[in-house]
């Protein structure tokens, strides 16, 4: 580069030498200013001070060149040559400054250019990893996202399940209140039961002798006084009374197992009728057909049930009236209802009447429906009842009829 | 017999025991209590009783066991318990074995006191037999155990020579002129709560005639030659079963494969 701007700089000057002579004989000394030419291009291609340089080389080149055509040796010593050398001079000077401005306004854009090249390269670079990070930060939040969607599905599951399990919870504990009231009422009834049965027990003894010794008086007093009568059948009339609360009790507080057998309908009613004679106005009608399957019970049991149910009926129908007993097979049970036509039960007392100690008549210590459903449901049957205040009762007790259909 | 009905009343309880005693000896029977078991086994050894009537639960031993003790020594001796717990074992246990009845404190003395004519009653047997000198010595037996004995050699007059009641007839099934069966027949349209045994010698031939005769209410049948003991105790039972049901013991349901020993109560 510098070696190809050398060359150059010294052909000019060579070219400026080689020509002097003959264009001096062309146009005379004028020839001198086209030094400008040499001077130029060395000022042009190395600058201001190269150009000054060159100026002044010009000017002593001139000086040999002009004596040896003029042969005087002070040819430049003119101030045409003088002025003319200084004007080379300051042209060699200005071009020289200009390709120096021209140099540094080049090598100051191709540095702006590098620069802003590697600005550029930053930039991009910049981007790159700016892209980068928000991909990596755009996986991280969608990932987050995901994490939080989860586990908010897990939270709603746990709710859910939760509450399930408060319901579950809730569930079991009422389940559980209720076995235990059950089984405090069942404790209560057992241990009602055992007091009642010692109880009773312990009366029939003295209650004999007193039935007993009754029975001398009346026996050996034939004659005695209306009073002493009245007095002695009001003992007896009692001591019967007691017998009979006593045999309630005693039936409700006996916890025998039934002891089950197939036994006809028809005969456990047949027997509890023969006992039990309907009172003055009390029609019975029985509506049994002869066809139907036995039941399986204890027949002493039943027999209990059944007096109950009948004493009852009759005791509601103290006006008259009709008790109907009908049986029906429904499902592998037996129906068995007993209706009256008697004075019914209150509707405000009918959940009430299966309970022990529930009584609606001024006597009686209300244990017969309690024994009856215990007794029922210890055969593996069950009773309710249908009433109505002035039209009647209808209890109907529901029987197993085989073995194993509870 | 001895005139009057001879009555033990055996209860710890002496109260109960003395009133019993009372009523019973203002009723005309003579009556004597205990107020042990091994007290009343005495008694019952040194006299001869008609009826024991004895509580169930005692100290030093219970009813029941007295009860086997007697029917040990005196197997005809009729034994009523009573007891102040129907719901004991032993009355189960007591009904089993065999005792008349049980009854449940506060006694009812009427029925008590109808048992006790009942057990008065004279046990009436009449022979029904075409064989004169069978019915003449089986006759003398029975009476020498102190039975009524009426003999009826012609079969047309059975059915005007029984009572309607309290009677055993012991009736040939093999009768000359007239067929057993009929006479059974006969009977059980009078008098339909009597009690026939039938007694035959032809316990093949008569087969079919028997199983007709049980199955229209005969009670049950006997095969000669019988000891006298064998029919001694079919009339102790059947005794038994009838003071039974005057005291109101419900008829025990058959079981199966049992036989038919009980008359069906009667729709009367």
């Known amino acids: ?406 | 017999m001895s005139e009057k009905l001879r009555i033990l009343v055996v209860d710890d309880d002496r109260r109960m025991a003395k009133t019993l005693v009372n009523i019973f000896q203002a009723k005309g029977y003579e009556a004597e209590a205990a107020h042990s078991g091994p007290e009343a086994l005495e008694k019952v050894e040194k006299a001869h009783f008609d009826c024991a009537l004895t509580d169930i639960r005692m100290p030093g031993g219970n009813g029941v066991q007295l009860y086997r003790t007697i029917k040990a020594r005196r197997p005809d001796l009729p034994v009523v318990l009573m007891t102040a717990y129907s719901s004991d074992e032993r009355v189960r246990e007591g009904l089993e074995e065999g005792v008349v009845a049980v009854l449940t404190k506060p006694l009812d003395i009427n029925l008590l006191l109808s048992f006790f004519s009942s057990l008065r009653q004279e046990r009436s047997i009449v022979i029904v037999d075409d064989d004169p000198e069978f019915a003449r010595t089986l006759g003398d037996i029975l009476r020498a155990r102190s039975f009524a004995v009426t003999q009826v050699t012609d079969p047309h007059d059975v059915v005007e020579r029984v009572r309607p009641d309290g009677q055993v007839v012991l009736l040939d099934i093999k009768l000359d002129d007239i067929s057993g069966l009929e006479v059974l027949k006969g009977i059980m349209e009078q008098h339909p709560r009597l009690l026939v045994v039938l007694v035959t010698g032809y316990r093949e031939e008569m087969g079919q005639a028997i199983e007709a005769a049980l199955k229209i209410g005969a009670y049950t049948c006997i095969y000669k030659p019988f000891e006298v003991e064998e029919l001694i105790q079919l009339l102790t039972k059947v005794r038994h079963q009838e003071l039974s049901r005057v005291l109101g013991r419900p008829v025990r349901k058959r079981k199966k494969g049992e036989p038919w020993m009980q008359r069906p109560v009667s729709s009367s």
Not at chain 1, 17 to 41: K, R, S, T
């Open chain 1, 1 to 406: 580069m510098l070696g190809s701007r050398a060359a150059l700089a010294l052909g000019t000057w060579v070219v400026y030498v080689l020509v002097f002579i003959p264009l001096y004989h062309l146009v005379g000394q004028v020839v001198a200013a086209l030094a400008i030419l040499p001077v130029g291009v060395t000022g042009w291609l190395f600058g201001m001070r190269a150009g000054l340089l060159a100026g002044l080389l010009a000017f002593l080149l001139n000086m040999p060149l002009m004596s040896l055509v003029t042969g005087t040796g002070w040819a430049m010593m003119t101030p045409e040559g003088l002025f003319g050398s200084v004007l080379v001079l300051l042209l060699g000077a200005v071009v020289g400054r200009l390709r120096d401005l021209g140099e540094r306004a080049k090598r100051e854009l191709t540095e702006r250019k590098r620069v802003e090249e590697e600005l550029r390269k930053h930039r991009d670079h910049l981007e790159e990893l700016i892209g980068e990070r928000t991909a990596e930060l755009r996986r991280i939040n969608e990932e987050l996202q995901k994490g939080i969607t989860e586990r908010k599905r897990a939270e709603e599951s746990l709710k859910e399940y939760s509450e399930r399990l408060e319901e579950m919870v809730e569930e079991r504990t009422q389940e559980l209140r209720e076995a235990q009231e059950q089984l405090i009422r069942r404790e209560k009834l057992a241990m009602l039961g055992q007091l009642a049965g010692g109880v009773g027990h312990e009366l029939r003894n003295p209650l004999g002798v007193i039935s007993n010794a009754v029975y001398f008086l009346k026996m050996t007093l034939p004659d005695a006084d209306e009073t002493t009568k009245e007095s002695l059948e009001m003992i007896s009339e009692e001591v019967r009374n007691s017998t009979r609360i006593i045999s309630d009790l005693l039936d409700f507080s006996r916890t025998r197992l039934p002891d089950r057998e197939e036994v006809a309908v028809s005969e456990l009613v047949a027997q509890v009728l023969e006992k039990l004679s309907p009172p003055e106005g009390v029609e019975v009608i029985t509506e049994i057909a002869p066809d139907l399957p036995p039941v399986f019970v204890d027949s002493c049991q039943m027999g209990l049930v059944l007096d109950n149910l009948v004493t009852n009926a009759y005791q509601a129908m103290k006006e008259g009236g009709n008790l109907t007993i009908s049986a029906q097979a429904e499902k592998g049970q037996m129906s068995l209802s007993v209706a009256d036509t008697g004075c019914g039960i209150p509707p405000e007392s009918l959940p009430k009447i299966f309970e022990p100690l529930f009584t609606t008549r001024a006597r009686g210590i209300g244990l017969g429906l309690a024994t009856s459903r215990i007794l029922v449901e210890a055969n593996g049957g069950s009773i309710e009842v249908e009433s109505e205040v002035g039209k009647g009762s209808t209890f109907t007790v529901r029987l197993p009829i085989r073995e194993g259909v509870a």
